[in-house]
Antibody, heavy 122, light 106 residues
Framework: QITLKESGPTLVKPTQTLTLTCTFS??????????MSWFRQPPGKALEWLAL???????HYRPSLNNRLTITRDTSKNQVVLTMTNMDPVDTGTYYC??????????????WGQGTLVTVSS | DIQMTQSPSSLSASVGDRVTISCRAS??????LNWYQQKPGKAPKLLVF???TLQSGIPSRFSGSGSGADFTLTITGLQPEDFGTYYC????????FGPGTKVDIK
């Protein structure tokens, strides 16, 4: 059974750096083809993809946030970490991690963690 | 970025109805289209990937179709537990989601 769980602060101040951790079980990020991604969802709004990391440490970021995001992995701890610098109130929302599924040039995300709500406010 | 649109933005239907949700990409994306269901306060749940492949464990009343730029999610025989918001997501370029379609049960 694959499980994922996000953790991190629930409240950050503007200009601070957010660090979120996704702890997973049931698979290894060392396995060829495996990837993990971060998403966010502002209250009442649609989902937004943020970053993706592959088993070979290749990384991809949302272009509009590329200079603020860093995704890393710790395969010994089965964790993927997302840092986002210079937080702003518009970054308030629920942050999710999810496992990448991949086959025949198609990709999808399943399962997802339960999400963690981050509020940016002074 | 590839822009995704969905229609309708919301709908209300009765148990047993056939419900159709449309998703359109701003450019052709082949079959790189996934559908998710999200209930209030919960994480998204994958329903269909590759435009038409039903994820394991998803009831067969859900089906996906389409290719290129136009896609459809159909629920044949709506059930009370099918309420929620449905999102399409393209995986062809920088990953993007549609704005969602909220489904209420009459």
């Amino acid at each position: 059974q694959i499980t994922l769980k996000e953790s991190g602060p629930t409240l950050v101040k503007p200009t601070q750096t957010l660090t979120l951790t996704c702890t997973f079980s049931g698979f290894s990020l060392n396995t060829s083809g495996v990837g993990m991604s971060w998403f966010r969802q502002p209250p009442g709004k649609a989902l937004e993809w943020l970053a993706l990391i592959y088993w070979d440490d290749a990384k991809h970021y949302r272009p509009s946030l590329n200079n603020r995001l860093t995704i890393t992995r710790d395969t010994s701890k089965n964790q993927v970490v997302l840092t986002m610098t210079n937080m702003d109130p518009v970054d308030t929302g629920t942050y999710y991690c999810a496992r990448l599924g991949y086959s025949d040039r198609l990709n999808w995300f399943d399962p997802w963690g339960q999400g963690t709500l981050v509020t940016v406010s002074s | 970025d590839i822009q995704m649109t969905q229609s309708p933005s919301s709908l209300s239907a009765s148990v047993g109805d056939r419900v159709t949700i449309s998703c359109r990409a701003s450019q052709r994306i082949g079959s790189s289209l996934n559908w998710y269901q999200q209930k209030p306060g919960k994480a998204p749940k994958l329903l269909v990937f590759g435009a038409s492949t039903l994820q394991s464990g998803i009831p067969s009343r859900f089906s996906g179709s389409g290719s290129g730029a136009d896609f459809t999610l159909t629920i044949t025989g709506l059930q009370p537990e099918d309420f929620g918001t449905y999102y399409c997501q393209q995986g062809y370029g920088t990953l993007t989601f549609g704005p969602g379609t909220k489904v209420d049960i009459k």
